[in-house]
């Protein structure tokens, strides 16, 4: 069964920093397999940073130069470092993966970035 744990959210000031991360078990070691979303009020749930080798990452253009994905397979763990934060960068933010054809979802973390 997998499960997929966020925490690290919260409230910063623009130009601040966060660093969540994403516990995952029952993953089978597919850690690179897991990407960030986030879905701001009244948007739609985006793909924000996601694995795409060894040492490359996709990033959505809004964030890249300020976000990094980072993985830890010792620690079935991914962590989305979020720098420079600006107010637009508010949102739930999920790590989510698939495995066996299922989607699978953590519960979300909250991000408010205040101006």
């Known amino acids: 069964q997998v499960q997929l744990v966020e925490s690290g959210g919260g409230l910063v000031q623009s130009g601040g920093s966060l660093r969540l991360s994403c516990l995952a078990s029952?993953?089978?070691?597919?850690?690179?397999?897991i990407e960030w979303y986030r879905q701001a009020p009244g948007k739609q749930r985006e793909l924000v940073a996601a694995?795409?080798?060894?040492?490359?990452?996709y990033y959505i253009g809004s964030v890249e130069g300020r976000f990094t994905i980072e993985r830890d397979n010792t620690k079935n763990a991914v962590y989305l470092q979020m720098n420079n934060l600006k107010p637009e960068d508010t949102a739930v933010y999920y790590c989510?993966?698939?495995?066996?054809?299922?989607?699978?979802w953590g519960q979300g973390t909250q991000v408010t970035v205040s101006p």
């Open positions: 029952g993953v089978n070691h597919r850690i690179y397999a």
């Open positions: 989510a993966t698939v495995q066996g054809g299922q989607n699978y």
């Open positions: 694995f795409t080798g060894a040492d490359s990452a």
